[in-house]
């Protein structure tokens, strides 16, 4: 009777498996078309090589803010993913997503600024959407500094946790802000509203799957 | 002894004489109150803006035009259209390459009177790098005590001009070819300089 039990929750696990797989890979599909379907007005001012280079930087900046999203999905401990995923391998896929958005973050940084030069950097006032795009890359990289601090610096798990969840909702609140505010892509309504629709989902699960747990 | 007292003290008062002859009426800017505007076409509409950091010199006295001078340096990083975004297209090498070049410079060669108000200033215009003769037609608007600076003289110039900005390297003319943004550029130059009186 267990063992059918444990089957059935086996094949359920398995299930929403590949229904979270499936809409990640739709979502993921979607955020690629973005820049093509929502052009930018800099798009319309380039041509060649860095035309396609600020294509490649939209599409990783935007799977870098998406992941940010799907992290706190992920570690929320929701009973759905860890009866799909397993608690031990979505800590692992947390972890390595870490990695994953530092790569993307920096390849977006990369190819948004190469088209117009490296020198010719966003500073000021009134590019203040963009500097929080590069305090957001410094928090990331503290985020993810952080996992080898707290042992070379034996910081207590409790305090590093409470960090890395402070630092971690900064991130969430900064990569919204960052996006709306420095695409013109997203004066679109419906693209909006769908950005705000999926972040709010996965803040929503975020704190959902935390407050289950109390 | 005495003959040579007075040769020496009529020399000095010839140098004297003569060095109030050459100075010309030297006009500080009022950077508050002066302006580098610019305008261009795009497509069907015009973008206008200007560059808010720059400095100059005005050596100005109507009675003395050989040795009036207008210089002008324009930090072209300052330039602002109202978009960020488009300003920071406008410093890459798309246009003005301001990493490389980040200064217009306008130095003039000799002001020539054309009638009761307005002055050619003949001059090289440096744009990235490269010197241009470029004249600049300024209007003497005006010249009168500082109304609300006791002591202070005010004068004000200003002057509009069209360049091609494809000639002046600010582009290589792919965005004119295109038929997106104009070559011909609107120059508004509006100025006010001061000096004690």
Redesign the interface.
């Known amino acids: 009777m267990k063992a059918e039990k444990k089957n059935k929750i086996g094949r359920q696990g398995k299930i929403i498996k590949y229904v979270v797989i499936a809409f990640i890979l739709l979502l993921f599909t979607g955020i690629a078309c973005v820049p093509f379907v929502f052009q930018t ?2 798009l319309w ?1 380039k ?1 060649g090589i860095d035309r396609a280079m600020l294509f490649a930087g939209q599409i990783f900046g935007l799977f870098a803010a998406a992941i940010i999203f799907l992290q706190l999905v992920i570690i929320a401990k929701l009973s759905f993913m860890t009866q799909a995923f397993g608690q031990r391998k979505l800590n692992k896929i947390h972890q390595f997503n870490g990695k994953f958005i530092i790569a993307l973050a920096f390849l977006h940084i990369l190819l948004i600024l190469l ?3 490296l ?2 950097l ?1 500073i ?1 006032l ?2 203040w959407p963009e500097m929080i795009g590069g305090v957001l890359f410094l928090v990331l990289l503290t985020l993810y500094l952080s996992v080898w601090m707290r042992t070379r610096f034996k910081i207590k798990y409790a305090v590093w946790k409470s960090l890395h969840r402070m630092l971690g909702l900064f991130a969430f609140v900064a990569v919204l802000t960052h996006v709306v505010n420095t695409s ?1 892509a997203f004066d679109n309504e419906s693209l909006y509203i769908a950005f705000i629709v999926i972040s709010g989902i996965s803040f929503f699960l975020f704190f959902w799957g935390k407050y289950s747990q109390k | 002894m005495k003959n040579i007292s007075v040769v020496l003290a009529f020399l000095v008062s010839l140098f004297f004489l003569q060095t109030a002859n050459s100075a010309t009426t030297v006009w500080k800017l009022d950077k508050a109150h002066s302006n580098f505007f610019f305008s261009v076409d795009h497509i069907y509409s015009k973008v206008q803006g200007y560059f808010s950091d720059f400095s100059g010199e005005v050596n100005f006295d109507p009675d003395m035009l050989e040795k009036s001078k207008f210089e002008f340096n324009i930090k072209v990083k300052s330039i602002n259209t109202g978009i960020g975004k488009r300003d920071k297209h406008l410093l890459s090498k798309d246009f003005f390459n301001e990493a490389e070049y980040p200064e217009l410079k306008f130095v003039s060669k000799k002001v020539v009177k054309v009638n009761d108000s307005t002055y050619n200033v003949h001059g090289k215009f440096v744009v990235k790098g490269k010197e241009y003769d470029l004249v600049l037609p300024l209007d003497l608007v005006g010249i009168k005590d500082h109304p609300m600076k006791k002591g202070s003289e005010v004068a004000g110039f200003s002057g509009m001009l069209t360049i091609d900005r494809v000639a002046y390297g600010i582009g290589t003319g792919k965005f004119v070819d295109f038929g997106v943004v104009g070559k011909n550029v609107d120059i508004f130059v509006s100025i006010e300089v001061l000096k004690d009186k």
Do not use: A, L, R, S
């Open positions: 007005t800099t001012y041509v088209p117009e030069g020198t010719n966003p000021g009134k590019f013109d």
